[in-house]
């Protein structure tokens, strides 16, 4: 069946730091792959999306690199903020233009001050 | 432009009652999500519409869980009877359909607490 894995524990970094998040998937092949924000009480927000055949996008200070062959996205914050402390998800969307999605677990980032 | 507004924000009922919910999607969304979120877990899809018909409903418990979405604007779904486990977040979603690069905008989500 088809499995999403995001860092389970909380990521711990220090202002000013590049936080990484890592996203892994299994059993799918998704034309694109998606990152949401959720902060507690709200739910996800858009931040970024990157198409299969792209390697890597940027925004502001957002990073996300897909690697179809290793199954992998990788979510960059660089200059860290506390206000960047959040919990990040990703969603992998179908090739067949359903876009029905399926989301990863989501990992929690604390920026420490 | 207004956001997705979901109704209740928070429930709390004993197991074995009813309970239902409601999402207005932001104007001239044609897809609409029914996701829910256990604490801890990522959103799950219950059930996705396409104007006022089913995409996909293949995650949704129907033998206690239905939805609907008549007229193919606002959106219901209802639980019942409640069991202990659906307690979680209801988060409703709706997306435009011009292509893949559209996203989904999410509502604040109804948390529900089955006592």
């Known amino acids: 069946s088809q499995k999403i894995e995001q860092n389970s524990e909380a990521l711990n970094i220090q202002e000013g730091k590049t936080a990484t998040l890592t996203c892994n998937y299994t059993n799918y092949s998704p034309a694109y792959l998606q990152w949401y924000r959720q902060d507690p009480g709200r739910g996800p927000v858009f931040l970024l999306l990157?198409?299969?055949?792209?390697k890597e996008k940027r925004k502001e200070r957002l990073k996300v690199t897909f690697d179809t062959t290793l199954k992998q996205s990788l979510f960059h914050i660089t200059a860290s903020q506390p206000a960047d402390s959040a919990t990040y998800l990703c969603?992998?969307?179908?090739?067949?233009?359903?876009?029905?999605?399926?989301f990863g677990t989501g990992t929690r980032l604390k920026v420490l001050a | 432009e207004a956001g997705v507004a979901q109704s209740p924000r928070y429930k709390i009922i004993e197991k074995r009652q009813s309970v239902a919910f409601w999402c207005n999607p932001i104007s001239g969304h044609a897809t609409l999500y029914w996701y829910q979120q256990i604490l801890g877990q990522g959103p799950k899809l219950l059930i996705q519409?396409?104007?006022?018909?089913?995409?996909?409903d293949s995650q949704l418990p129907k033998d206690r869980f239905s939805a609907e979405r008549l007229k193919g604007v606002d959106s219901t779904l209802k639980i019942q009877p409640a069991k202990l486990e659906d307690s979680a977040v209801y988060l409703c979603?709706?997306?435009?359909?011009?292509?893949?690069?559209?996203?989904?905008?999410f509502g604040p989500g109804t948390r529900l607490t089955v006592l």
């Open positions: 969603a992998l969307g179908p090739p067949s233009g359903t876009y029905k999605y399926i």
């Open positions: 990157i198409r299969e055949n792209e």
């Open positions: 979603a709706s997306r435009n359909n011009r292509g893949p690069q559209d996203t989904q905008y």
């Open positions: 519409f396409q104007n006022n018909g089913v995409v996909d």
